[in-house]
């Protein structure tokens, strides 16, 4: 399968294609909704994108952990680590294979 | 925060924009990515996180109920994975 990796270049072509924006403002405004996602996160909230998916921070707890080359034991810290979701959505469009245009 | 407060959110700070293109944007960033996935492509977004989708193999489950073998098809899933800025925002750091 031909494994192409696409970044924010492409997500920018995308909006600029889309919107009658200057290259320079749709790669801008890519930049402020993943700063809006990021930050809304960072407050711990959970972030639902209808259609797509939700991403949700979790509490961990502390444990013991071990470094695998020495079999020390170490701490692990309790964190916030975040999950996503995929909705069903996109479950099913990444089952069907082809890409097929939005309804 | 939902998909729509993440367009008003835009809006307040694009006064310039039309509310519907606003919503166009949002809309064409997550189809775009679930069109790359759909075609089994990887998204990356540094500092964000990255989504691909892994491939999970065809296998023999059980109805947790009765206890009777199913075969499962194989298929696709999709994947995120946090980026090391975002991850390191979350923990205050």
């Known amino acids: 399968m031909s494994e192409h990796t696409v970044t924010r270049a492409e997500l920018s072509e995308a909006v600029y294609q889309e919107v009658g924006l200057s290259r ?45 080359k020495t ?8 964190r916030r680590v975040l999950v996503f979701r995929a909705s069903h959505v996109l479950k099913s469009r990444v089952n069907d294979g082809i890409g097929k245009a939005a309804p | ?19 519907r293109d606003v919503e166009r944007i949002v809309s064409t960033i ?12 990887r998204v990356e977004l540094r500092g964000f996180g990255a989504f691909s989708v892994k491939r999970r193999e065809a296998r023999v489950g059980r109805n947790p109920r009765t206890g009777a073998s199913v075969s499962v098809a194989r298929k696709s899933i999709p994947f995120f994975k946090t980026g090391k800025q975002l991850r390191d925002r979350l923990n205050g750091k």
């Open chain 2, 30 to 41: 997550f189809e775009e990515i679930t069109t790359a996935l759909a075609r089994g492509d």
């Open chain 1, 71 to 78: 079999g020390q034991e170490v701490p692990i810290r309790p």
């Open chain 2, 1 to 19: 925060m939902t998909k729509s407060e993440l367009i008003l959110r835009i809006g307040e700070l694009n006064p310039h924009l039309y509310q």
């Open chain 1, 24 to 68: 320079n403002e749709s790669a801008d405004l890519v930049e402020s909704i993943l700063k809006e996602v990021t930050d809304a996160l960072a407050r711990g909230e959970t972030v639902k994108i209808s259609s797509f998916g939700s991403f949700m921070v979790r509490q961990k707890g502390e444990r013991i952990g071990r470094n695998p």
